[in-house]
Nanobody
């Protein structure tokens, strides 16, 4: 089992930055691939960004490219999502997710992940 501690969510203004963090325990951090998803009421959870277990490969969905950056610090067992130029449409509950992995791939489908954080609310006001 993987335990998560998500932090960094909150209420910000249009155009502001924000950094989310997800600290894990229960697994060797360098052996889990991770991702950030988000969900708004009435909609399915969607991928935001994903990163391989080593951090060598990364994915960002089109709507956040150039604004958001996923990263990880394997020495601190922590996944990050650096968000800049936030827009009201970025408002959602953001979840970190993990899966055991021995390769170098990232994963973009919800069904690929076995462990989920509790979610942190990000609200961007206009």
């Amino acid at each position: 089992q993987v335990q998560f501690l998500e932090s960094g969510g909150g209420l910000v203004q249009n155009g502001d930055p924000l950094r989310l963090a997800c600290t894990t325990s229960g697994r060797t951090f360098s052996r889990i691939a991770m991702g950030w998803f988000r969900q708004t009421p009435g909609k399915e959870r969607e991928i935001v960004a994903a990163i391989s277990r080593t951090g060598g490969t990364r994915y960002h969905t089109d709507s956040v490219k150039g604004r958001f950056t996923i990263s990880r610090d394997n020495a601190k067992n922590t996944l990050y999502l650096h968000m800049t130029s936030l827009k009201p449409e970025d408002t959602a509950v953001y979840y970190c997710a993990a899966r055991d992995d021995n390769g170098y791939a990232y994963y973009t489908q919800e069904r690929d992940y076995f462990y989920w954080g509790q979610g942190t609310q990000v609200t961007v006001s206009s």
